[in-house]
């Protein structure tokens, strides 16, 4: 009896210990949610409890003997675990099974007993509910176990029918348990668990019948994981609701990378838009926008050239009744036919240069005004239409003014796509939509 009092004390002692150890873990990954994890795969148990002849798997007699007397025995393993539902573990269990009431002499007061000398199985332990759908690491974990083992035992009874005095046999035996676990730390969990053990014997009880005997083994134990600190045990793990919790967070992220994303695409429109205000706008009135304006503060109503600088002998300006013939539409409409651009681009192509040469030389020969619409097809935002059917009018502006037409008799205006002569549906009609169109007055 005082042996059984100092293993309890002993037992308590290392769950109370274990416990301090423990409490104040961190989980090193929680912060690493799409790193490589790591677990502690490798567990030792401490276990002590009831050993008795009965089982659920006896018959109406309950083998050999019909009355079963409790005894103490104790055990331990070494575990390893292959995956979060399946570990190997290797058993040890010692202790004494004992019995009365042999089957085979009713009434009589004779008893058995079986003194486990060693026991040691290696068995498969499959953890049935590490399926949890919020909890990454499980506080309650019932599992199964199933294996193979080898034992010497030997038994005394005072039994009369078929009964002998055994010395110690070596037999082999197949225990099957069930049980669960209680984690009361990353590392520590309390083990309660019932195993049946089938042996490969008739005589293990002392007494000889025509069928095997077997025994059972009701346990309390602490178990403890070795391995790295503040990882969980990898039989604790639910995968469900790591990649659960993991998908979180991962949306989480992606949503504020594209909140971000968002915001500085929207602080780059206002600045493009805002920088596009300015050089398209006109401060010193002289007809030229300040993109291309390189004489800044020209006094208002002076005659400038295509860089808005003053012209030193600017063309006399002559009010005269103005005809236009089919001959300089012709050559207006030559000019809109021959007219390119670099794709996506206000600059004019130099295979354009020989017509505007002519439309600048009628420009200055009859006086007329001319009116330059710009115009593009739907691709792409409103904004960056708008500025660049602007654009390539200031260019063609620019070009005439710059073989010596008159800037004050250029208007250059930019519609991007919000007068398309054609459907913007097909590419055909896309081309037709983008243009500058020159008109005569």
């Given at each position: 009896?005082?042996?059984?009092?100092?293993?309890?004390?002993?037992?308590?002692?290392?769950?109370g210990?274990?416990?301090?150890?423990?409490?104040?873990?961190?989980?090193?990954?929680?912060?690493?949610?799409?790193?490589?994890?790591?677990?502690?795969?490798?567990?030792?148990?401490?276990?002590?409890?009831?050993?008795?002849?009965?089982?659920?798997?006896?018959?109406?007699?309950?083998?050999?003997?019909?009355?079963?007397?409790?005894?103490?025995?104790?055990?331990?393993?070494?575990?390893?675990?292959?995956?979060?539902?399946?570990?190997?573990?290797?058993?040890?269990?010692?202790?004494?099974?004992?019995?009365?009431?042999?089957?085979?002499?009713p009434?009589?007061?004779?008893?058995?007993?079986?003194?486990?000398?060693w026991?040691?199985?290696?068995?498969?332990?499959?953890?049935?509910?590490?399926?949890?759908?919020?909890?990454?690491?499980?506080?309650?974990?019932?599992?199964?176990?199933?294996?193979?083992?080898?034992?010497?035992?030997?038994?005394?009874?005072d039994?009369?029918?078929?009964?002998?005095?055994?010395?110690?046999?070596?037999?082999?035996?197949?225990?099957?348990?069930?049980?669960?676990?209680?984690?009361?730390?990353?590392?520590?969990n309390?083990?309660?668990?019932?195993?049946?053990?089938?042996?490969?014997?008739?005589?293990?009880?002392?007494?000889?019948?025509g069928?095997?005997?077997?025994?059972?083994?009701?346990?309390?134990?602490?178990?403890?994981?070795?391995?790295?600190?503040?990882?969980?045990?990898?039989?604790?793990?639910?995968?469900?609701?790591?990649?659960?919790?993991?998908?979180?967070?991962?949306?989480?992220?992606?949503?504020?990378?594209?909140?971000?994303?968002?915001?500085?695409?929207?602080?780059?429109?206002?600045?493009?838009?805002?920088?596009?205000?300015?050089?398209?706008?006109?401060?010193?009135?002289?007809?030229?926008?300040?993109?291309?304006?390189?004489?800044?503060?020209?006094?208002?109503?002076?005659?400038?050239d295509?860089?808005?600088?003053?012209?030193?002998?600017?063309?006399?300006?002559?009010?005269?009744?103005?005809?236009?013939?089919?001959?300089?539409?012709?050559?207006?409409?030559?000019?809109?036919?021959?007219?390119?651009?670099?794709?996506?681009?206000?600059?004019?192509?130099?295979?354009s240069?020989?017509?505007?040469?002519?439309?600048?030389?009628?420009?200055?020969?009859?006086?007329?005004?001319?009116?330059?619409?710009?115009?593009?097809?739907?691709?792409?935002?409103?904004?960056?239409?708008?500025?660049?059917?602007?654009?390539?009018?200031?260019?063609?502006?620019?070009?005439?003014?710059?073989?010596?037409?008159?800037?004050?008799?250029?208007?250059?205006?930019?519609?991007?796509?919000?007068?398309?002569?054609?459907?913007?549906?097909?590419?055909?009609?896309?081309?037709?939509?983008?243009?500058?169109?020159?008109?005569?007055?």
């Amino acid at each position: 009896m005082k042996s059984i009092i100092t293993k309890a004390a002993i037992v308590f002692s290392l769950v109370g210990l274990s416990s301090q150890l423990f409490a104040q873990e961190t989980d090193s990954q929680t912060d690493n949610s799409f790193s490589k994890k790591y677990f502690r795969t490798w567990s030792i148990g401490l276990n002590g409890g009831m050993l008795t002849h009965y089982t659920p798997f006896n018959g109406r007699t309950n083998g050999d003997f019909s009355t079963p007397y409790e005894s103490w025995g104790y055990g331990g393993y070494v575990k390893k675990q292959i995956i979060p539902g399946f570990g190997i573990q290797a058993d040890f269990l010692a202790g004494k099974v004992r019995g009365g009431r042999p089957n085979a002499t009713p009434g009589s007061a004779a008893t058995f007993e079986s003194k486990i000398e060693w026991s040691a199985a290696v068995s498969g332990n499959f953890t049935i509910a590490n399926m949890s759908l919020n909890q990454k690491r499980n506080v309650l974990s019932p599992y199964l176990t199933a294996g193979a083992g080898y034992m010497s035992s030997a038994a005394t009874t005072d039994a009369t029918v078929n009964a002998e005095n055994t010395g110690y046999n070596r037999n082999w035996f197949v225990p099957i348990g069930a049980g669960f676990k209680f984690g009361i730390s990353k590392g520590v969990n309390i083990d309660l668990g019932y195993s049946v053990n089938f042996v490969k014997a008739t005589n293990f009880d002392g007494v000889t019948s025509g069928a095997n005997d077997r025994f059972s083994y009701a346990h309390a134990g602490i178990e403890i994981a070795m391995g790295r600190k503040g990882t969980s045990q990898l039989q604790n793990y639910s995968s469900i609701a790591a990649l659960r919790e993991e998908s979180a967070m991962e949306s989480s992220a992606l949503k504020r990378a594209l909140a971000a994303s968002e915001e500085t695409a929207r602080r780059d429109r206002e600045a493009m838009a805002a920088k596009y205000a300015q050089e398209l706008g006109d401060d010193d009135g002289d007809g030229v926008a300040n993109k291309f304006d390189k004489c800044a503060g020209t006094v208002a109503n002076t005659t400038v050239d295509g860089a808005g600088c003053p012209l030193k002998t600017p063309a006399p300006i002559i009010r005269e009744k103005i005809i236009i013939t089919e001959a300089d539409r012709k050559v207006v409409d030559e000019a809109i036919k021959d007219l390119e651009f670099d794709l996506g681009k206000s600059t004019i192509r130099s295979n354009s240069y020989t017509s505007l040469n002519r439309v600048s030389a009628l420009l200055i020969e009859k006086n007329f005004s001319l009116k330059l619409a710009g115009h593009t097809d739907n691709s792409g935002s409103m904004a960056l239409n708008l500025r660049l059917s602007k654009d390539r009018a200031e260019a063609v502006k620019a070009y005439l003014v710059s073989q010596g037409a008159n800037a004050s008799r250029i208007e250059a205006t930019g519609y991007g796509p919000n007068q398309p002569i054609a459907s913007n549906k097909t590419s055909d009609g896309r081309q037709l939509n983008r243009r500058v169109e020159f008109s005569l007055f």
